[in-house]
């Protein structure tokens, strides 16, 4: 597997995650997402890390809200 095939991989993963609200009262999701924030700087793409980032913070003021 490539690494553009793992990251994709990673991201249809927590998409998915994401829609269950079964993760958001555990807090499982928000665990991995705030860890994801951490290590998103890191990751080498074409994509503007602003734009990552934004993304990720979106998802986690959802599980907040719940």
Do not use: W
Request: aromatic share 4%; glycine share 4%.
């Amino acid at each position: 597997m490539t690494e553009s095939n793992s990251i994709g991989k990673i991201k249809s993963e927590l998409q998915e995650g994401i829609k269950f609200v079964k993760c958001y009262k555990c807090g499982c999701m928000e665990n991995t997402l705030q860890n994801c924030s951490h290590l998103i700087a890191t990751i080498d793409t074409d994509e503007p890390l602003e734009l990552r980032n934004k993304r990720v913070y979106n998802h986690l003021e959802n599980v907040q809200l719940l």
